[in-house]
């Protein structure tokens, strides 16, 4: 529950700071005439209905539940592929240069603002799981959430987005679908939600 509320608070963070506009701001652009976007409230929205309406639907508890045991039984014999894709979003940023498609900073600045937004990501991660304490869901640890893969590949994905949204918007679009999988597949290793 605290995961989606938390993840759904970030999303509208998200949202709002990718908002930012390339021209010049006028001085008709006050507070006042801003309008305010409801459509980004819909997935929050959701996410937050399905934690709250599952704090007391048993069927809900039950397929979290039944989730969380399949991943657990197969745990230790798979190569799990969310240690590496949590990266992707990130190393595109510099596969698409060396491809010789320029991003928005050189690689000097570039690597400063990864590795600050990385640093800036972890003390967060890092003070969260120190608070919220929740086990893991092999019992080994108590600091399941928030998911370190899953903030890293956000982290990721708004680099990407912010290095390319000029040249195209489908770079990062792909940063956020492979972070959302990242997500979604911590979910469904925890079953926390």
């Keep these: 529950m605290l995961k989606i509320i938390l993840f759904s608070l970030f999303s509208i963070a998200t949202i709002n700071a990718q908002e930012v506009k390339t021209d010049i701001v ?3 652009d006050t507070p006042g005439n801003l309008k305010f976007n409801y459509k980004q409230l819909i997935i929050p929205t959701v996410l937050i209905g399905y934690g709250f309406i599952g704090l007391a ?3 809900i508890k039950n397929f979290n539940s039944e989730i969380k045991e399949e991943v657990n039984e197969h745990i230790d014999e798979t190569i799990i592929i969310d240690d590496f894709s949590q990266y992707a979003p990130a190393v595109s940023v510099y596969a698409l240069n060396a491809a010789g498609i320029k991003g928005k900073n050189n690689l000097k600045d570039r690597s400063i603002i990864l590795a600050t937004s990385y640093i800036i990501m972890s003390t967060v991660v890092l003070g969260l799981k120190s608070i919220t ?7 080994y640890g108590n600091n399941s959430f928030p998911s370190g893969h899953t903030a890293t590949a956000f982290a990721g994905a708004e680099f990407l987005w912010q290095e390319y949204k000029d ?3 489908w770079n990062g679009i792909s940063g956020y679908v492979v972070a959302t999988e990242q997500g979604f597949s ?3 290793m925890t079953g926390i939600g």
């Design 167 to 169: 040249k195209s918007i």
């Design 186 to 188: 911590e979910y469904r």
């Design 133 to 139: 304490k929740v086990p893991r869901p092999d019992g």
């Design 57 to 59: 639907s048993d069927q």
């Design 26 to 28: 006028s001085k008709t």
